[in-house]
T-cell receptor, first 114, second 113 residues
């Protein structure tokens, strides 16, 4: 079945460091790919998305490119801030058993120190 | 403002009691979902509904029940049959025509004493 694998956390960086969170996926169809962010005690918010191969999603300085050849959707940011501390989830959306479903990775906790 | 409202935000329950979590949306979305989140794990799908008066089991439906009598509402009941009910529960909705993006509520944290 479809699945998403993220790099294990927690990840701790200093402010202004470069961030990469790896995400790879397995899917039978042609999924859309997403990054969601969860701040402490809150629900998930969509950070960015890409709907087809070679698309680049971007938002708030974060970027991710849909790489079909490597089945990857790695999240990057050039200079992180303390306010970026959160849990990040990679997800794919695919038609599974006749319904559109989201499959999530296990999440990566990111902590940015000043 | 449109959005998804979950209540209560925190809930405590004794073992053997059923509890119902509320989820209301005013986004006019057709599909609604319930996920469970445990520490260090991803989200696991409990139930989903693509249309009023219809719902389907997700990956971990045992010990849970839902109803979808109105488009705006998708309550989740955690029954006494659920072995490990302490968790963070997230409700989400999705418009019918988009690429799969979900909109989430702020969650309900259930603790069984």
């Amino acid at each position: 079945g479809d699945s998403v694998t993220q790099m294990e956390g927690p990840v701790t960086l200093s402010e202004e460091a470069f961030l990469t969170i790896n995400c790879t996926y397995t899917a039978t169809g042609y999924p859309s790919l997403f990054w969601y962010v969860q701040y402490p005690g809150e629900g998930l918010q969509l950070l960015l998305k890409a709907t087809k191969a070679d698309d680049k999603g971007s938002n708030k300085g974060f970027e991710a490119t849909y790489r079909k050849e490597t089945t990857s959707f790695h999240l990057e940011k050039g200079s992180v801030q303390v306010s970026d501390s959160a849990v990040y989830f990679c997800a794919l959306s695919d038609q599974i058993q006749g319904a559109q479903k989201l499959v999530f990775g296990q999440g990566t906790r990111l902590t940015i120190n000043p | 403002d449109g959005g998804i409202t979950q209540s209560p935000k925190y809930l405590f329950r004794k073992e053997g009691q059923n509890v119902t979590l509320s989820c209301e949306q005013n986004l006019n979305h057709d599909a609604m979902y319930w996920y469970r989140q445990d520490p260090g794990q991803g989200l696991r799908l409990i139930y989903y509904s693509q249309i009023v008066n219809d719902f389907q089991k997700g990956d971990i439906a045992e010990g849970y029940s839902v109803s979808r009598e109105k488009k705006e509402s998708f309550p989740l009941t955690v029954t006494s049959a659920q072995k490990n009910p302490t968790a963070f529960y997230l409700c989400a909705s999705k418009a019918g025509s988009n690429t799969g993006e979900l909109f989430f509520g702020e969650g309900s944290r259930l603790t069984v004493l």
